[in-house]
């Protein structure tokens, strides 16, 4: 198989796999892929070729990198920031770590205020980590 083919072959699985996962490096590292392809259908040798796929890629990965810092301030406010939940108990107070009623189900939180809630006391929701919530005391705003 030509060389070109392979990079080329290599530059199209990794687009195909971006559109599953949506992070856009993996687009960055087809695109280094094709470059890579063009090298070597002009003819450059392997390490040519690896140069190429390697500055496409750096600069590109760095590209996306930046771009989503830039724009991280931009993104709208969870749904669920500033929203009330019920304090339900302590899984472990020393790291800060409870349970609360939320949306007609019990989840974990951090809670980051000083103040340890009780039972039953009213939270706000600051964000979400996942499945973890990070909750106030005070209302947040």
């Avoid at 699985?13 to 590292?29: A, D, G």
């Avoid at 969870?78 to 349970?99: C, K, M, T």
């Amino acid at each position: 198989m030509e060389p070109y083919l392979a990079w080329a072959i290599m530059g199209l699985t990794l687009v195909i796999v971006e559109l599953v996962s949506s992070t856009f490096y993996l687009l960055m590292l087809g695109v280094a892929a094709f470059g890579a392809s063009a090298a070597a259908y002009l003819g450059y040798d392997f390490p040519v070729q690896a140069i190429v796929a390697a500055i496409v890629a750096g600069a590109g990965c760095y590209w996306v990198f930046a771009y989503r810092a830039r724009n991280a301030a931009k993104q709208m406010a969870p749904v669920d920031a500033g929203q009330p939940a019920r304090f339900e108990s302590w899984i472990d107070q020393g790291a800060r770590l409870a349970r609360v009623h939320y949306r007609g189900a019990s989840w974990d939180a951090h809670v980051e205020s000083d103040q340890a809630p009780e039972p039953g006391a009213i939270v706000y929701v600051v964000s979400t980590h996942g499945n973890t919530l990070k909750v106030t005391a005070r209302r947040p705003g």
